[in-house]
């Protein structure tokens, strides 16, 4: 008697706000070595509902990884290797559209990437030949699909495009910075979302980022960014991704993965 194969489990990278997900019933923790050395934090295993789940805290658990030394590819890697297909990137930005105020969900669909001096790729080293991949739409159409239609379906005020700006940090931007990113077409703003999905391309994985605005961007409101305004939106927003999460995880646990 033939039975029918485990489904992949969908990955889950964790930003600031989310560094464990209630509601994972977690059924195992590994820690796990790659090539690119160390991940951010333990693999945490678990299900979510009937989906299997792999939770990773892109800034560590606790909270101590600044974005620009994360090991975005021992993230993903780890996480290919245990056999992810698809992943959801949670992450926290700030807005620069007039619609994507604090507590904001925004499933965006491009990305300009700022960031510098990141290990943003697995083709280097001993190569056989020289790899460009098609980068034209970094977000998986697919993916997105599925967690906007969980978006919908929940009723939750959210916004199905946008570019996400990533930039270097770990400070935040100066006003004109913001500007400048307005004006290149930025609709957010992240320190996080680069290397991610060029490194979840180059593996083949489906990725989709999932994104909590947490403050307006930098000369977008009358006041400096403070931290006390960043909790305040986490904990206000928080609870609509952790929601979106639980309502799409079997549609993502169900996409097909990308040819080889
Ligand atoms: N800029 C960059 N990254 C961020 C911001 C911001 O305003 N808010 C949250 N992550």
Redesign the pocket.
């Known amino acids: 008697m033939s039975s029918a194969a485990a489904p992949a489990p969908v990955g889950i990278i964790g930003g600031?706000g989310l560094t464990t997900l209630s509601g994972l019933e977690i059924t195992g923790e590994r820690d796990v070595q790659t090539p690119w050395g160390e991940p951010s934090s333990a693999l945490v295993e678990g299900r979510l509902g009937d989906q299997p789940v792999i939770f990773l805290s892109r800034h560590g658990n606790p909270h101590r990884i600044p974005?620009h030394q994360v090991n975005y590819r021992a993230n993903l890697w780890a996480l290919e290797k245990a056999g992810v297909r698809t992943v959801v990137g949670v992450?926290?930005?700030?807005?620069i559209h007039p619609a994507m105020g604090p507590a904001h969900i925004v499933i965006p669909e491009q990305i300009i990437d700022y960031t510098w001096g990141r290990g943003s790729t697995f083709f280097e080293g001993e190569l056989d030949g020289v790899t460009h991949i098609d980068f034209t739409f970094p977000y998986t159409e697919s993916a997105r699909a599925v967690v906007i239609g969980a978006a919908r379906d929940l009723g939750l005020s959210f916004s199905d495009f946008g570019v996400y700006g990533a930039?270097q940090?770990p400070r935040?931007?100066t006003a004109a910075e913001i500007v400048r990113m307005e004006r290149d077409g930025c609709d957010l703003?992240?320190?996080?979302g680069m290397p991610e999905a060029a490194l979840a391309a180059e593996l083949r994985l489906n990725y989709v980022c999932l994104g909590l605005?947490?403050?307006?961007?930098?000369g977008k409101s009358d006041h400096i960014?403070t931290m006390d305004e960043?909790e305040a939106a986490i904990d206000q927003g928080m609870s609509g991704v952790k929601r979106i999460l639980e309502e799409s995880i079997s549609g993502l646990g169900a996409l097909s993965p990308q040819p080889a």
């Open positions: 600031t974005p992450n926290a930005v700030g807005g930039t940090g935040l931007e703003v992240g320190m996080t605005v947490v403050n307006w961007a930098a960014i960043i």
